[in-house]
């Protein structure tokens, strides 16, 4: 069975531009029919679920590229060959080195407002801001 796009994305709950681009990015090939429609054969659907379940993990699509020829079922379960361990442990490392920065900015800030709060003095309210609080950076 062959489907268009737009049942692929119906099929997978995934967006067609989001299809599109994982087509550009290497991940997804269509066919195309006598129409210049792109088709997909029912192995899409599990391609599809296998990429939207490695970006879960964190990985980018250019990683995911390298994976993706390791994976079968929609899981998906990756074949244990060593240069795919070795590209999952250095994604690991990068998400606990970033984990860690996280970690030590969250302890930082609580001591600034630790700080401040104990500047507050006794039976004194609390300033309320005069300016919308800052946009996340």
């Known amino acids: ?24 990015q290497g991940l997804l090939e269509p066919g195309r029919g006598a129409n210049g429609y792109r088709d ?51 994604r690991l490392r990068r998400l606990d080195e970033h984990i860690d920065t996280l970690d030590h900015s969250r302890r930082v800030l609580r001591d600034y407002i630790g700080a401040a709060e104990r500047r507050i003095p006794q039976g004194h309210r609390e300033c309320a801001p005069t300016t919308a609080e800052p946009a996340p950076s």
């Open 40 to 90: 997909y054969d029912d192995a899409a659907v599990v391609t599809v679920t296998q990429i939207r379940r490695l970006l879960d993990a964190g990985l980018s699509t250019r990683e995911i590229g390298f994976l993706l020829p390791c994976a079968t079922g929609a899981d998906p379960v990756l074949e244990p060959c060593p240069e795919l361990l070795t590209a999952l442990r250095r």
């Open 1 to 24: 069975m062959r489907v268009l796009i737009g049942e692929l994305s119906r099929l997978t709950g995934v967006p067609a531009y989001r299809l599109r681009y994982y087509e550009s």
